[in-house]
């Protein structure tokens, strides 16, 4: 199931479930969405973007919503892995702007 | 071949010590970036480089200062080190455009200041 401890959102998932992770961002003047992933000791690692004129873009075994009424990002990963293990954050960008925002993050935890 | 690399991975340091991290990009990117990652995950922008330009300096204490040798190069210099600085610092790189969004990251650098 999904908590909120003191540190990190953590979501745990057995091995074969599909997994989704939730982001709510704040800004509506953002346009443009990222999902990345972050494994122990590693730098982020892009997965898959979506741009605001989209609300569902699917990539392998991943695929991001986007609903711009509530400003609510969802990465769905299918059949999750071990290898899925890490923390995902979402990032926001506006339009002419240079950097992303990046959201908190959430820990997917895959048991075997 | 490592697209974004970064020296040192690990970094132990006394407080008021001055240190420097290297960051190095062989992807041809024209834009580089250095984010800070503090113990609960939360990345945040610290400066934003195009073409050897500095284009964004977010609320960063002057004490840390970026140097922009080529646009392959991106290096952090921090003076006077506090324990507050103690943090996973990551380069980044990517073109700009439409692609501002796809950031290749390094692998980070853990400093730690005692």
């Known amino acids: 199931g999904e908590s909120v401890g003191l540190h990190l959102p953590t979501l745990s998932v057995q091995e074969g479930d599909n997994s989704i992770i939730n982001c709510a961002y704040s800004?509506?003047?953002?346009?443009?969405f990222i999902w990345y992933k972050q494994e122990s000791g590693k730098g982020p690692q892009f997965i898959i973007d979506?741009?605001?004129?989209?609300d569902k873009r699917q990539g392998q075994r991943v695929t991001v919503l986007l609903n711009k009424t509530v400003k609510h990002l969802s990465l769905q990963i299918a059949a999750t892995q071990p290898g899925d293990s890490a923390v995902y954050f979402c990032?926001?960008?506006?339009?002419?702007?240079?950097?992303?925002?990046f959201g908190k993050g959430t820990m997917l935890l895959v048991s075997p | 071949d490592t697209a974004v690399s970064q020296t040192p991975k690990y970094l132990v340091t006394q407080m008021g010590n001055d240190k420097s991290i290297k960051c190095e990009q062989n992807?041809?990117?024209?834009?580089m970036y250095w984010y800070k990652q503090d113990s609960k995950k939360f990345l945040k922008i610290m400066f934003s480089?195009?073409?050897?330009?500095?284009?964004i300096n977010e609320t960063v204490p002057n004490r840390f200062s970026p140097k922009s040798p080529d646009k392959a190069h991106l290096n952090l210099h921090i003076n006077s080190l506090e324990l507050g600085d103690s943090a996973v610092y990551f380069c980044?790189?990517?073109?700009?455009?439409?692609?501002?969004?796809?950031?290749?990251f390094g692998s980070g650098t853990q400093l730690s200041v005692l």
């Open positions: 980044a790189s990517s073109l700009q455009g439409a692609d501002i969004g796809k950031l290749f």
């Open positions: 800004n509506s003047a953002s346009d443009y």
């Open positions: 979506i741009r605001s004129n989209m």
């Open positions: 990032a926001e960008n506006v339009r002419g702007y240079s950097t992303l925002t």
């Open positions: 992807l041809g990117h024209d834009t």
């Open positions: 480089y195009n073409n050897k330009e500095l284009i």
